[in-house]
């Protein structure tokens, strides 16, 4: 079917090869093309003074959380459903290497360098928050009934 093609071309290479994985090692061109990419967006009463701008990285992992939401939510209600089951486990994943490269991009900052705050602080509440579900989903993987 057409439409498997399609996902699976714009899945694997253009969200995951272009805008995922080139961006981690340095090229930002196809970033370019990508109008919220370098946004700020402007969130209260329209734009008076009491309107306050929210960084793109904000709003990106705001929808991001909603994505992975949208997949466990959906795992939940389908249990059975072998392939939401994988998704939601993948998404798990995902926001753990979040987690752990958001927190090693802090490491340098002064105060864990200093010692006064360690590097598991920036990473155990996320990471076990993540992994402990996924461990679980793993011992209780959906089994096809032949």
């Known amino acids: 079917m057409w439409v498997t093609k399609f996902l699976i071309?714009?899945?694997g290479v253009l969200d995951l090869l272009l805008l995922t994985a080139l961006p981690l090692m340095g090229v930002s061109t196809f970033?370019?093309?990508i109008p919220y990419a370098n946004a700020t967006v402007v969130v209260g009463s329209g734009r008076s003074a009491e309107a306050f701008t929210v960084p793109k990285a904000t709003i990106e992992g705001m929808y991001l959380q909603?994505?992975?939401g949208v997949v466990r939510l959906l795992a939940g209600l389908r249990p059975k459903?072998?392939?939401i089951w994988l998704a939601a486990m993948a998404s798990m994943l995902i926001e753990f290497a979040v987690t752990v490269h958001c927190a090693l991009a802090l490491s340098p900052s002064a105060a864990i360098m200093a010692g006064d705050k360690p590097?598991?602080?920036e990473l155990m509440p996320g990471s076990f928050m993540v992994l402990m579900p996924f461990v679980w989903m793993l011992a209780?993987?959906?089994q096809k009934k032949d």
Do not use: R
Request: no cysteine; proline share 6%; charged share 20%.
């Open 140 to 142: 209780t993987y959906p």
């Open 31 to 33: 970033l370019d093309a």
């Open 119 to 121: 590097l598991m602080d």
């Open 9 to 11: 071309f714009q899945g």
């Open 81 to 83: 459903d072998e392939s």
């Open 66 to 68: 909603t994505i992975f």
